[in-house]
């Protein structure tokens, strides 16, 4: 039997990740709201995500991320849908087009429900 380390990597081999891969659950528009924010910020959905986690967990020099401001968010979704759209009339593939389509459409819905809390925040 070939022993494993906790992560159950055998060898230390190129390109093996130092971490296993993590799976997270999210609905399609909130995910793509994320992504534009973190575009924004970190660059990267997963730097943001721990740098999240740390300051959920106390950890040392760890700082609550900042928000964009919702007008930039509302921007970013709207703009990211009009380009899926482009990306989808392009698309030669049925399948793609329809799975690029539905990409825009939770960019749209995203846009429009943080408009509708902004608006209802300010209520």
Not at 22 to 51: C, N, Y
Not at 75 to 81: D, E, K, N, P, Y
């Amino acid at each position: 039997m070939l022993v494993t380390d906790a992560y159950g990597y055998r060898d230390p081999v190129p390109n093996q990740p130092k971490y296993p891969g993590r799976h997270l659950r999210m609905d399609a528009p909130r995910w793509e709201g994320f992504g534009i924010h973190s575009a924004a910020h970190a660059g990267d959905r997963t730097k943001e995500l721990v740098q999240i986690i740390d300051w959920l967990l106390y950890a040392p020099d760890a700082k609550a991320p900042e928000r964009i401001p919702p007008s930039e968010l509302i921007a970013g979704l709207r703009a990211a849908a009009a380009e899926t759209d482009r990306e989808a009339e392009q698309e030669p593939s049925d399948k793609k087009r329809k799975a690029l389509c539905e990409k825009a459409q939770a960019q749209r819905d995203m846009a429009n429900l943080v408009a509708e809390r902004t608006r209802a925040a300010r209520a």
